[in-house]
């Protein structure tokens, strides 16, 4: 399996990037020498809380399984190919892959509203009313 480091920076006001590892980034280029690469610019955005996960997959999901009789990863891939779009992956020649919707790269505020989405549509169409984060209990 191989990965691509994450590697965080500052634009400055002069709009250069400033690595907050410069030895780091200048070693993961010097293992690009000769090859084309592409270079991706992403505003960082926090993640969601460990919290937030569990409630989504220990009381969103998991209600919405146990409801419908699946299981809780059958029931995570239906609603995420029901409320997410799917991505375009684009290849170094040029095509496009169709890849599966992934909550993993949502923001916190993308997540909140997916989950708030995936409770609406449980309320209204199965009749289930989910519970509020502030209303369960972790055990």
């Known amino acids: 399996m191989s990965y691509v480091p994450r590697i965080p920076a500052r634009v400055d006001e002069q709009g250069q990037l400033r690595p907050a590892d410069p030895v780091a ?27 937030a996960n569990a409630y989504y997959w220990g009381v969103v999901v998991d209600s919405i399984a146990g ?6 990863e059958e029931t995570h891939e239906a609603l995420k190919a029901r409320f997410l779009p799917a991505r375009h992956v684009e290849l170094l020649d040029g095509k496009t892959l169709d890849m599966p919707a992934s909550t993993r790269l949502l923001s916190v505020e993308e997540f909140a509203a ?26």
């Open 114 to 139: 997916y989950i708030d989405h995936v409770k609406a549509w449980a309320a209204q169409w199965l009749g289930l009313s989910i519970p509020e984060p502030g209303q369960v209990e972790t055990l």
């Open 67 to 72: 409801y419908i009789g699946e299981s809780s």
């Open 25 to 51: 980034w200048r070693a993961y280029l010097a293992r690009q020498k000769g090859r084309d690469v592409w270079v991706t610019v992403r505003r960082q955005q926090h993640t969601r809380s460990m919290s």
